[in-house]
């Protein structure tokens, strides 16, 4: 490898990583703040840290199902009769 060709890998990294911690530190922000959008900025943040991090990707696999298990959550507490008439289908 050049180089020209290590120095730009380099600067990527740094670009990424950069990018990667800023959007988790403003996600981190916005799970408090009523106005960011928390948990985007946070996945976004762990998705440039996971190429160089796999712990990075763990957390980042850990809050995707979080937020999944969350959104569930929400769905079955807004339209209840909709669960029901799944659970009464199953039967």
Do not use: F, W
């Amino acid at each position: 490898m050049s180089m020209q060709a290590r120095e730009n890998s380099r600067i990527k990294k740094i670009m990424r990583q950069t990018g990667g911690y800023s959007c988790v530190a403003v996600g981190a922000a916005g799970c408090v703040l009523p106005i960011l959008p928390g948990i985007p900025l946070m996945l976004l943040g762990l998705g440039l840290l996971a190429v160089d991090s796999p712990r990075a990707a763990r957390l980042r696999d850990r809050l995707k199902e979080h937020a999944n298990r969350q959104i569930a959550r929400l769905r079955r507490k807004v339209d209840p009769a909709k669960e029901a008439d799944k659970s009464m289908s199953q039967d």
